[in-house]
Nanobody
Framework: QVQLVESGGGLVQAGGSLRLSCVASGRTFSSGVMGWFRQAPGKERDFVAAISWSGGITKHADSLKGRFAISRDIAKNTVYLQMNSLKSEDTAVYYC?????????????????WGQGTQVTVSS
């Protein structure tokens, strides 16, 4: 079993930045993919970004390219999401997820493990 714990969320003004962290523990894997998703009230859980553990290959939602960036620190079993130039529409609960395959998939149902989520609120 893999446990994922997110942190770094909070309240920020529009135009500001936040960095989210996700620490993986338990039965972690050297390959696989880590992803970030977000879910606003009344909406579906949307793909934000994904990264492969071994090669560091990344994929970002087209609408977020240039503002959001995913990265990982293998030694710390941690994945990060740097969010810049935040907008009110970025307000959501952000979830970290793990996929045992090596495919950079964008659908929430493809991921095997999930964190509890961290709230990000952007005030305008």
């Amino acid at each position: 079993q893999v446990q994922l714990v997110e942190s770094g969320g909070g309240l920020v003004q529009a135009g500001g930045s936040l960095r989210l962290s996700c620490v993986a523990s338990g039965r972690t894997f050297s390959s696989g993919v880590m992803g970030w998703f977000r879910q606003a009230p009344g909406k579906e859980r949307d793909f934000v970004a994904a990264i492969s553990w071994s090669g560091g290959i990344t994929k970002h939602a087209d609408s977020l390219k240039g503002r959001f960036a995913i990265s990982r620190d293998i030694a710390k079993n941690t994945v990060y999401l740097q969010m810049n130039s935040l907008k009110s529409e970025d307000t959501a609960v952000y979830y970290c997820a793990a996929d045992r395959t090596t495919l950079l998939r964008t659908t929430a149902g493809s991921y095997d493990y999930w964190g509890q989520g961290t709230q990000v609120t952007v005030s305008s």
